[in-house]
């Protein structure tokens, strides 16, 4: 395999790694990050005498900018240990230790004293180790534990055997490890809600003690309304409204003051609904409005830092780049992001389809895609076909889809939850379909993206890649009409392939006038003509090249694009403006 660099991790200083504050919507003045070298040990032992060197945190041991470059096995117990020395003055009354993701099985120990345990890799935790440190230094020390894909875990796209569609599993730490401090009495957590029809925002304050909280709600620098209250939910009346949309992503500014715990956040005012056209026909729509999705799977891989990005403007970049291209939407494929990349979509303005970490007990997965194809879904209460045959795994993913919907709950950009994709681990679908509803009614879900359909979710949501692309109206008539995956043609690039001795792409072309003009036809001939149908949503596959699959629009290193920005943006204009003539 060829060891490819991003030009920013090509200029990492391991001195000052992700250094950014890691959470927009709940910001404090009181952060000390803990990314850097910390010390690391790969065993088969529960227990350590020594370590092995340096691990560049938060970049995980299987990726070369850790300096590690090695693979945890499931038979292996990862170790990370570090000395902290708390700045003058940091030290509140409560100390809290944060992990932005830590894949898969986490314990802490503070001081060697056993503090806790966290299971699941993709989503985030943290602990009160105030009792633990009684100075203003003490030591840090995990142990993790990463069965990958040899269990029911959730694993993404990691797999221990990788190669076409899977990649490099990862292990530990692959997030901003931090610390804050606060007083007594503080807010624990915010949940932010845009009520869009009334004009004013929801506020949700969990908090540690008694007592008012006030709040003010600023847009560009001018007050725009104001509340206090002391019971669990405040709303605030807007003077005016600024909507949120891809093209003018307003953001109101938030302050929040309790007592002595003061905090700065954000959000976006916008409506999310499906509703029915003058035809009949539902459709997506944004503040009222029809809106088509235009978007692209985002898989959020880097070749130097895996699922880790090498830079703050690594996330921005990708982010950018589509938009530059005309897409106004990001699927976010089977991977939960820290928050700045939401952030980013949130002030930059995207669209962001959030799907579910998925697991199975099976590989043997692609016959639910070759029956959907043919129009034949499986009832998913069948556990064992669909890779859910263990309890104890079925209700871990639970316990992990509401962690992540509470974790991004407040994100402006977020439009639709994908709990399943193409029957990786489907289990009682519809069941899941209402735990959505119930946990967030304010947005859209597409139950199981592609395959396996159990007439639920807000779409009708198809993966179409070598067969002709064709919907309905009378599918229109029941559900939005969703092509959330295709396309996906490839074009090699000597210098910036990954892998030199294997292609994957669902159609392979040798130039780039080759493959711009198939992408061209496939919109013109194949896309356009379903509008009118109701097709209201598209995802090409995908964004980046990642290891053994080329089908980006731009090359795993992110140094080169395979099609020219002006062609996507024209093809883009060319399907708005088809879509906005049905209205």
Same mark, same amino acid.
């Given at each position: 395999m060829n060891q490819l660099y991003t030009i920013w991790g090509e200029s990492l200083d391991p001195d000052y790694v992700l250094q950014e504050y890691p959470r927009p919507q709940m910001k404090r003045d009181s952060y000390l990050n803990l990314n850097g070298y910390w010390e690391y040990a790969i065993?088969?032992?529960?227990?350590v005498d020594c370590y092995d060197g340096k691990i560049l945190v938060p970049f995980s041991p299987e990726s070369v900018l850790s300096g590690v470059n090695r693979v945890v096995t499931p038979e292996d117990y990862l170790f990370y240990y570090k000395e902290v020395v708390l700045p003058e003055n940091f030290r509140k009354e409560h100390l809290i230790i944060h992990f932005g993701a830590v894949d898969q099985i986490c314990e802490l120990w503070i001081n060697d004293h056993y503090v806790g345990k966290h299971v699941g890799g993709f989503t985030p935790f943290q602990f009160i180790i105030s009792e633990q440190v009684t100075s203003d230094s003490f030591s840090i020390k995990l142990r993790v534990k990463d069965v990958t894909d040899t269990s029911y875990h959730q694993t993404g796209k990691q797999r221990i055997k990788r190669g076409g569609i899977w990649y490099t599993p990862q292990s530990g730490i692959w997030q901003t490890v931090w610390l804050e401090s606060v007083p007594m009495d503080y807010i624990r957590s915010l949940k932010l809600s845009s009520l869009f029809d009334e004009q004013k925002i929801n506020v949700q304050v969990d908090k540690v003690g008694n007592g008012l909280v006030k709040v003010e709600v600023y847009f560009n620098g001018r007050l725009e309304g104001c509340a206090e209250g002391d019971r669990e939910e405040i709303l605030i009346p807007l003077q005016h409204l600024h909507?949120?949309?891809?093209?003018?992503?307003?953001?109101?500014?938030?302050?929040l003051a309790f007592k002595e715990d003061v905090i700065e956040s954000y959000i976006g005012m916008r409506n999310i609904e499906r509703k029915k056209d003058a035809q009949g026909m539902y459709r997506f729509y944004l503040n009222h409005q029809p809106y088509f999705q235009s978007g692209v799977l985002d898989q959020g891989y880097f070749p130097d830092g895996l699922l880790t990005a090498p830079a703050d403007e690594a996330m921005i970049y990708d982010i950018e780049k589509m938009?530059?291209?005309?897409?106004?939407?990001?699927?976010?494929?089977?991977?939960i992001e820290p928050l700045r990349w939401y952030y980013h979509c949130d002030r930059l303005g995207m669209l962001v389809w959030q799907d579910m970490i998925n697991g199975s007990e099976r590989e043997d997965i692609l016959f639910h895609g070759f029956l959907a194809n043919v129009g034949i879904h499986l009832k998913d209460h069948?556990?064992?076909?669909? #890779?859910?045959?263990?309890?104890?795994?079925?209700?871990?993913?639970?316990? @992990? =889809?509401?962690?992540?919907?509470?974790?991004?709950? !407040?994100?402006t950009s977020i439009v639709?939850?994908?709990?399943?994709?193409?029957?990786? #681990?489907?289990?009682?679908?519809?069941?899941?379909?209402?735990?959505?509803? @119930? =946990?967030?009614?304010?947005?859209?879900?597409?139950? !199981?993206?592609g395959w396996s359909d159990q007439q639920r979710g807000d779409y009708h949501s198809r993966h179409i890649y070598f067969t002709k692309i064709k919907f309905t109206s009378e599918d229109a008539k029941k559900r939005i009409i969703a092509l959330t995956e295709f396309g996906g043609y490839s074009l090699p690039l000597e210098g910036h392939r990954f892998n030199e001795e294997s292609i994957f792409g669902y159609k392979k072309y040798d130039t780039e006038d080759k493959l711009v003009e198939a992408y061209s036809n496939l919109y013109k001939?194949?896309?356009?003509?379903?509008?009118q149908n109701g097709l209201s949503v598209l995802i090409y596959t995908q964004l980046s090249d990642v290891e053994d699959e080329i089908n980006g629009f731009i090359t795993y290193d992110r140094k080169k694009h395979k099609f020219p920005v002006e062609k996507v943006q024209e093809i883009n204009e060319l399907v708005y403006t088809e879509f906005y003539k049905q209205f």
């Amino acid at each position: 395999m060829n060891q490819l660099y991003t030009i920013w991790g090509e200029s990492l200083d391991p001195d000052y790694v992700l250094q950014e504050y890691p959470r927009p919507q709940m910001k404090r003045d009181s952060y000390l990050n803990l990314n850097g070298y910390w010390e690391y040990a790969i065993s088969q032992s529960e227990e350590v005498d020594c370590y092995d060197g340096k691990i560049l945190v938060p970049f995980s041991p299987e990726s070369v900018l850790s300096g590690v470059n090695r693979v945890v096995t499931p038979e292996d117990y990862l170790f990370y240990y570090k000395e902290v020395v708390l700045p003058e003055n940091f030290r509140k009354e409560h100390l809290i230790i944060h992990f932005g993701a830590v894949d898969q099985i986490c314990e802490l120990w503070i001081n060697d004293h056993y503090v806790g345990k966290h299971v699941g890799g993709f989503t985030p935790f943290q602990f009160i180790i105030s009792e633990q440190v009684t100075s203003d230094s003490f030591s840090i020390k995990l142990r993790v534990k990463d069965v990958t894909d040899t269990s029911y875990h959730q694993t993404g796209k990691q797999r221990i055997k990788r190669g076409g569609i899977w990649y490099t599993p990862q292990s530990g730490i692959w997030q901003t490890v931090w610390l804050e401090s606060v007083p007594m009495d503080y807010i624990r957590s915010l949940k932010l809600s845009s009520l869009f029809d009334e004009q004013k925002i929801n506020v949700q304050v969990d908090k540690v003690g008694n007592g008012l909280v006030k709040v003010e709600v600023y847009f560009n620098g001018r007050l725009e309304g104001c509340a206090e209250g002391d019971r669990e939910e405040i709303l605030i009346p807007l003077q005016h409204l600024h909507p949120w949309t891809p093209e003018t992503p307003n953001l109101y500014t938030i302050k929040l003051a309790f007592k002595e715990d003061v905090i700065e956040s954000y959000i976006g005012m916008r409506n999310i609904e499906r509703k029915k056209d003058a035809q009949g026909m539902y459709r997506f729509y944004l503040n009222h409005q029809p809106y088509f999705q235009s978007g692209v799977l985002d898989q959020g891989y880097f070749p130097d830092g895996l699922l880790t990005a090498p830079a703050d403007e690594a996330m921005i970049y990708d982010i950018e780049k589509m938009k530059e291209m005309g897409f106004n939407m990001l699927r976010k494929h089977i991977k939960i992001e820290p928050l700045r990349w939401y952030y980013h979509c949130d002030r930059l303005g995207m669209l962001v389809w959030q799907d579910m970490i998925n697991g199975s007990e099976r590989e043997d997965i692609l016959f639910h895609g070759f029956l959907a194809n043919v129009g034949i879904h499986l009832k998913d209460h069948r556990h064992k076909l669909f #890779g859910r045959k263990n309890e104890t795994g079925r209700k871990q993913f639970l316990v @992990e =889809l509401k962690e992540m919907i509470d974790y991004l709950q !407040s994100i402006t950009s977020i439009v639709t939850w994908v709990p399943f994709n193409e029957a990786w #681990g489907q289990f009682d679908a519809a069941k899941v379909d209402r735990l959505v509803r @119930e =946990l967030d009614h304010t947005r859209l879900i597409d139950h !199981s993206s592609g395959w396996s359909d159990q007439q639920r979710g807000d779409y009708h949501s198809r993966h179409i890649y070598f067969t002709k692309i064709k919907f309905t109206s009378e599918d229109a008539k029941k559900r939005i009409i969703a092509l959330t995956e295709f396309g996906g043609y490839s074009l090699p690039l000597e210098g910036h392939r990954f892998n030199e001795e294997s292609i994957f792409g669902y159609k392979k072309y040798d130039t780039e006038d080759k493959l711009v003009e198939a992408y061209s036809n496939l919109y013109k001939q194949q896309v356009l003509p379903q509008i009118q149908n109701g097709l209201s949503v598209l995802i090409y596959t995908q964004l980046s090249d990642v290891e053994d699959e080329i089908n980006g629009f731009i090359t795993y290193d992110r140094k080169k694009h395979k099609f020219p920005v002006e062609k996507v943006q024209e093809i883009n204009e060319l399907v708005y403006t088809e879509f906005y003539k049905q209205f």
